[in-house]
């Protein structure tokens, strides 16, 4: 705000000045009119000014523009420079006061004071008046045309951040519950196969259970901070590569074979990046644990190539007869996420058998 208004008030000098400068030239070119004096330079620069408080206060810049150039106009001094502030008041007047009942009679007086004191009293000519309201009236109707093309895009992009960030919480949840149910489910599984005969592995299941649930109610906080408003407490920062081996062994707690290899030449992630790595991961992981049936074993593989992040998450698919695999609603948000920071992915059946997913994330993305 303080940088818009000091480059308004700059502006607002500059044009006091032209102004100012050219009455000298429109002396010359209208000899018959009355030579600038000093009340003359007063209001040129007064009119100038003006524009200073455009931001402001819209309204007073065109009271003050167009006050100060019928004025002028009115005390005949040589007239052109002055019309560029009392139309660029306009201006300032119809892009600054959103509500036409307001600012279109205030345009309308102003267009009649202007096109008034074109004409001298002495003798009235009607031809520079006419051209003049004329004139005013078409760049009051291109200025709110213009306007109201400007306010209808800037909505448009409005509702399409909301869009954007409806989706992007959606996915936020998505992956969080998809893991987190998945993981409660086989846990919940292997506690009551072992409730009877091993009450501490039951207990140990229990435990992974209440650990994976909090987890996923502080993820969810997160995702859904962004909605509550201002007042809400700064949400977490997402996890993202450094929390893989937390969860690859909440993966592996549910019996599942994981191995896990990053190898990232010590270089430095960026946490949008290393937030996507993470979801992709997570989401592939939990295909694994609900898709891969009973005895599958996975491999996650992630490292840097070549300035780029390559994720790659493939499975055996071995045990009970697979399900298919299509592209749910997962493998649709994670499509989405990697487009997102400008990355490719693709996921389908291994030649040998089981499901392979393979990712790749632009180093240096900086959305």
Known sequence: MRAGSA?????????????????????????????????G???????????ALRRINPLLT???????????????????????????????????????RVWVPFAAIGGVGVAVATGPPEGWQPAP?????????????????ATQVRRKLAEEEAAGRVVEERLRIARELHDVLSHS?????????????????????????????????????????????????PDEEPPQAPPGLAD????????????????LAVDLESRAIPDVISATAYRIVQEASTNVMRHAGPGARARIQVGTVHGWLEIDVTDDGIGAAVPARGAGHGLR?????????????????????????????????ER
């Open 7 to 39: 480059v308004d008030a700059a502006t607002a000098v500059i044009f006091a000045i032209f102004m100012a400068l050219m009455s000298q030239v429109a002396r010359v070119t209208q000899p018959e009119a009355r030579p600038v004096t000093a009340l």
């Open 41 to 51: 330079l007063a209001l040129l620069v007064v009119c100038g000014l003006a524009f």
């Open 62 to 100: 065109f009271t003050l523009t167009v006050g100060t150039a019928v004025t002028y106009l009115g005390l005949r001094f040589a007239g052109w420079p002055i019309y560029l502030g009392a139309f660029a008041g306009l201006l300032a007047l119809v892009f600054g006061v959103a509500e036409a």
């Open 129 to 145: 008046m006419i051209t003049i309201a004329g004139v005013w009236a078409a760049v009051a109707v291109l200025a709110a045309r």
């Open 181 to 229: 149910l998945a993981t409660i489910s086989l846990q919940a599984g292997v506690g009551l196969h072992l409730v009877d005969d091993r009450p501490e592995q039951a207990r140990e299941a229990l435990q992974a259970i209440r650990q994976v649930s909090n987890d996923a109610l502080a993820q969810a906080r997160a995702a859904l901070t962004v909605v509550r408003g």
């Open 244 to 259: 893989l081996d937390a969860l690859v062994t909440s993966v592996r707690a549910t019996g599942l074979g994981v191995d």
């Open 333 to 365: 948000g994670l499509e989405e996420r990697v487009r997102a920071v400008g990355g490719e992915l693709q996921a389908g059946p291994a030649p040998g058998g089981g499901f392979t997913l393979h990712a790749r994330l632009p180093l240096g993305a």
